[in-house]
């Protein structure tokens, strides 16, 4: 069911309407922010996002070659580009999903495009959750409440990202999934390879959310970049943690504010949150616009690709 063409492109409409529709929702409070911003704060804030997705594609990107799928930058784009509509969606499986199937137009078998984003996932999961850690000596506990526990979840996502236990897991999943077996286990290489991508993202992501609070009121000092880009990394592992929420909307932003609220006015740090999310939501349907654009050169519709070779 999922090959057929009317439900790829089902799912990719049903998608990008969920995607507008919440940047539609938010028109009037962003309008509103991007009056207090100069030109030069807001092409920052666009590039500082594009940047920041990128460094998540080339962390998935790694990970996938690492398992033995090389792709091409082209390539690369095509598939995770519109996989990533596949957030916007609740369930939180469906950019898995969706990589899995676009994937196999690529050459690139189903469980090993199904692996590499769920490996990638757990790589920002944790690394996020690390890089959370860093906002913790400027918040107290008790404003984060029921999401401190978060940060405190980071070791033993490391314990399970360590390749000789990440490989038994991932090889039982794929036999669970009768899918033969893992041909490509992780190296340390390449995890290594994705967690820096990983990091450098939370990195891009945090000085951007920096710059939206600084251009609304919030010293630009080291302690408080520290802050934006610790809070950040650990709104996102919380949003993600709760599947239920599309692209963990709503959860990052109850994260962020709690973060924040010690260093930023309660409405100027919803604005900021808020400006940061529709503007990645923008670059997400950027990539995907431009995924699908590259996956028209790269293969003629309803041709499945040739079985790959052992």
Same mark, same amino acid.
């Given at each position: 069911?999922?090959?057929s063409p009317w439900v790829r492109w089902g799912f990719l409409v049903t998608a990008l309407a969920l995607a507008v529709w919440y940047v539609l929702g938010n028109r009037e409070p962003l309008l509103r922010a991007a009056a207090g911003l100069s030109g030069t704060e807001v092409v920052l804030v666009v590039v500082l996002g594009v940047g920041y997705v990128w460094c998540t594609l080339l962390?998935?990107?790694a990970v996938l070659a690492d398992l033995g799928s090389p792709l091409s930058l082209r390539s690369a784009i095509a598939v995770f580009g519109i996989s990533q509509l596949g957030k916007y969606?609740?369930?939180?499986?469906w950019n898995v999903v969706a990589a899995a199937e676009f994937g196999a137009g690529h050459s690139v078998p189903r469980s090993r495009s199904a692996a590499s984003m769920l490996v990638a996932v757990a790589v920002s999961v944790a690394s996020g959750?690390?890089?959370g850690a860093v906002a913790l000596p400027f918040?107290?506990?008790g404003a984060l409440g029921a999401w401190s526990?978060?940060?405190w979840a980071a #070791? !033993?996502?490391v314990v399970v990202l360590a390749p000789p236990v990440l490989n038994r897991l991932i090889g039982l999943a794929v036999r669970v999934a009768r899918r033969g077996a893992l041909e490509h286990p992780m190296t340390w290489g390449g995890l290594g390879r994705a967690a820096a991508w990983s990091v450098a993202g939370w990195l891009v992501a945090g000085l951007q959310l920096w710059v939206l609070c600084t251009a609304l009121g919030l010293p630009p000092t080291a302690r408080t970049f520290a802050l934006a880009t610790g809070g950040w990394a650990l709104a996102w592992t919380a949003g993600f943690l709760f599947v239920v929420a599309p692209a963990g909307a709503g959860v990052r932003e109850v994260v962020l504010a709690a973060v924040l609220a010690g260093a930023l006015s309660? #409405? !100027?740090a919803g604005l900021a949150v808020l400006v940061s999310r529709v503007v990645l939501t923008l670059v997400d349907l950027a990539f995907a616009g431009a995924g699908l654009l590259l996956a028209r050169g790269v293969r003629r519709p309803g041709v499945e690709p040739p079985p790959l070779r052992p």
């Open positions: 069911m999922l090959r962390a998935w990107r969606v609740p369930g939180g499986v959750a690390a890089v918040v107290s506990a526990w978060v940060v #070791p !033993a996502v309660g #409405p !100027a």
